[in-house]
């Protein structure tokens, strides 16, 4: 019966695999073929991405090449809390002003026709062009003691001596935003291009006034761009470098800066490393929390 039993069973398996659909069958081949593309792409990412971001986390446990969580305790605690806390005031700062100064150009562009809005664009991209340590190397040229903002100052009468404009807070802001303020203006222009202008039309024709209408209407279902902008901005100043370095003078002390002086200075791996996966992971959960809000690819500029 045994045999009987199996032999009843084989019998079955061959008459469901000679029953299954042919395009089912094409389906899994073309799903393995596929599979089997991936796999350079995967190897890339794995040994350029993962290995590195795993030895990273390893390092950060090693403290005197011992295994320890000194590393850690040390981010938490005096100058590496306060160069935290100083980096995340500035982000914010930074955010702020680039929302305040990009969210008009964006409603402008996406206000006008198409030839003039490209126009707006090209302005807006064409710093792009431009390598990040020339255009501050150009702010620290505006702004120090003898550059052109304070001769100008001077030469109108209105300072009797020079600003310290650079090598502070005040510079490194002003060049951070500048050079942010493309990846800000680009997402807000994405989401109110695809705001239907008939809704503010029937705003109006309801007897809206040009404020309440935008504040009703439009501003509600542009979220998506100042959500998605303020996150770009505010995780790139979190990992800024150049320009801190450049136009801070070390007085504007970033984390950043931090790795950088610990490879650079004191060859102190695990330290730069706990202090690289402390700010990896901050990312991570803001990415996570505006996750929850609107999708990823949104905030990543995919849609």
């Given at each position: 019966m045994?045999?009987?039993?199996?032999r009843?069973?084989?019998?079955t398996a061959?008459?469901q695999?000679?029953?299954?659909?042919?395009?089912?069958?094409h389906?899994r081949r073309e799903?393995?073929?596929?599979?089997?593309?991936?796999?350079?792409a995967?190897l890339?990412?794995?040994v350029?991405?993962?290995?590195?971001l795993?030895w990273?986390?390893?390092q950060?446990?090693?403290h005197?090449g011992?295994?320890?969580?000194a590393n850690?305790r040390?981010v938490?605690?005096g100058?590496?809390l306060d160069t935290?806390?100083?980096?995340?005031?500035?982000?914010?700062i930074v955010?702020?002003?680039?929302?305040l100064l990009?969210?008009?150009v964006?409603?402008?562009?996406?206000s006008i026709?198409?030839r003039?809005s490209?126009l707006?664009?090209?302005m807006v991209?064409?710093p792009f062009?431009?390598?990040?340590?020339?255009?501050?190397y150009?702010?620290?040229?505006?702004?120090?003691?003898?550059g052109l903002?304070?001769?100008?100052?001077i030469?109108?009468g209105?300072?009797d001596?020079?600003?310290q404009?650079?090598?502070?807070?005040f510079?490194?802001i002003i060049?951070?935003?500048h050079?942010?303020?493309?990846?800000?203006?680009?997402?807000?222009?994405?989401?109110?291009q695809k705001?239907?202008?008939n809704l503010?039309?029937?705003?109006?024709s309801?007897g809206g006034?040009p404020?309440?209408?935008?504040?009703r209407?439009?501003l509600?279902?542009?979220?998506s761009?100042?959500?998605?902008?303020?996150t770009?901005v505010?995780v790139l100043?979190l990992?800024?470098?150049?320009?801190p370095e450049?136009m801070?003078?070390?007085k504007?002390?970033m984390?950043s800066?931090?790795?950088?002086?610990?490879v650079?200075i004191?060859?102190?791996w695990?330290?730069a490393?706990?202090?690289s996966?402390v700010?990896l992971i901050?990312v991570f959960?803001i990415?996570?929390?505006v996750?929850?809000v609107?999708?990823?690819?949104?905030?990543?500029g995919?849609?």
């Amino acid at each position: 019966m045994m045999t009987t039993a199996k032999r009843i069973l084989q019998d079955t398996a061959v008459m469901q695999a000679a029953t299954i659909d042919p395009s089912m069958r094409h389906q899994r081949r073309e799903d393995r073929a596929m599979l089997l593309l991936m796999v350079p792409a995967l190897l890339v990412v794995v040994v350029l991405l993962v290995a590195p971001l795993v030895w990273l986390s390893w390092q950060s446990f090693y403290h005197d090449g011992v295994l320890s969580l000194a590393n850690y305790r040390r981010v938490f605690t005096g100058a590496y809390l306060d160069t935290f806390l100083l980096t995340f005031k500035l982000s914010v700062i930074v955010t702020a002003i680039t929302l305040l100064l990009g969210y008009p150009v964006a409603y402008f562009a996406a206000s006008i026709s198409p030839r003039w809005s490209a126009l707006v664009l090209g302005m807006v991209i064409l710093p792009f062009w431009t390598s990040v340590l020339v255009r501050t190397y150009a702010w620290l040229v505006l702004l120090q003691r003898t550059g052109l903002i304070n001769k100008a100052l001077i030469g109108a009468g209105l300072i009797d001596r020079p600003l310290q404009l650079s090598y502070n807070q005040f510079g490194t802001i002003i060049a951070m935003v500048h050079i942010l303020l493309p990846f800000m203006v680009l997402p807000l222009y994405s989401a109110m291009q695809k705001i239907p202008p008939n809704l503010s039309q029937a705003g109006a024709s309801l007897g809206g006034s040009p404020l309440h209408v935008f504040w009703r209407v439009f501003l509600p279902l542009s979220m998506s761009g100042v959500l998605a902008g303020v996150t770009l901005v505010f995780v790139l100043c979190l990992g800024f470098y150049i320009t801190p370095e450049l136009m801070g003078g070390g007085k504007s002390m970033m984390v950043s800066m931090i790795v950088s002086r610990n490879v650079e200075i004191y060859n102190s791996w695990g330290a730069a490393s706990s202090v690289s996966v402390v700010l990896l992971i901050c990312v991570f959960a803001i990415f996570y929390g505006v996750s929850r809000v609107i999708p990823l690819e949104k905030t990543l500029g995919a849609k």
